[in-house]
């Protein structure tokens, strides 16, 4: 009969997601990992193979508990508000002064040094997330929001573009004072 678990998985999930999210893959060690968890090595192994394994289960975590309400926010209001309030929403969490990133974006310049696995998890959140956009960009040209001559699709890949580029100014202290402007000109090439 097996051992009967110690540790709470999604607490264990929670606390690598969030030292992957600061230190990245390749900086963060499964002896971190261990001692950020209190899980013993021999356990975390069994449960997720290997370090990679491990990422991969954090990535997800990080999907479902951090960047789920953003996917929502499109979803309940798949219109010109959603698209603006999801603008704010990243605009507000790059100018905090702890901001580190979004885990999934911090790791896409570092693709060949994670499992392929996680680098089409990462590719997946990436085309989910433009998509969710351009689905609400098409719900705000249907209620007549965004003018017809606009390409709904281009405009889901610049705004992903922006996003992208707001989340590696908002891990430079030098560039958040930056950021409210850039957000502006974002809002009015969606507007206008």
């Not at 979803?75 to 698209?83: A, F, Q």
């Not at 507000?92 to 499992?115: D, P, T, V």
Request: a neutral charge; aromatic letters at 8%; charged letters at 25%.
């Amino acid at each position: 009969m097996g051992r009967n678990r110690t540790y709470d998985r999604q607490d264990v999930l929670d606390k690598a997601m969030r030292l992957f999210w600061q230190n990245g893959f390749q900086a963060t060690s499964i002896g971190e990992v261990a001692q950020a968890t209190g899980m013993n090595t021999a356990s975390m192994y069994k449960e997720f193979g290997d370090k990679d394994g491990l990422f991969a289960n954090a990535l997800a975590h990080y999907r479902g508990q951090v960047m789920s309400p953003r996917f929502e926010m499109l979803s309940r209001e798949p219109n010109l508000k959603g698209v603006l309030d999801f603008l704010d929403n990243v605009v507000r969490g790059a100018a905090r002064e702890e901001y580190k990133g979004c885990l999934m974006m911090n790791h896409l310049a570092q693709k060949h040094a994670i499992s392929d696995e996680a680098a089409a998890m990462i590719d997946d959140f990436c085309a989910a997330m433009e998509s969710h956009l351009e689905q609400a960009l098409r719900g705000a040209q249907a209620a007549g929001e965004l003018p017809a001559s606009k390409d709904p699709k281009l405009l889901a890949s610049y705004i992903m573009c922006s996003v992208h580029g707001l989340v590696l100014y908002g891990r430079h202290p030098s560039k958040k004072d930056a950021i409210p402007r850039l957000h502006d000109i974002i809002r009015q090439a969606v507007l206008n």
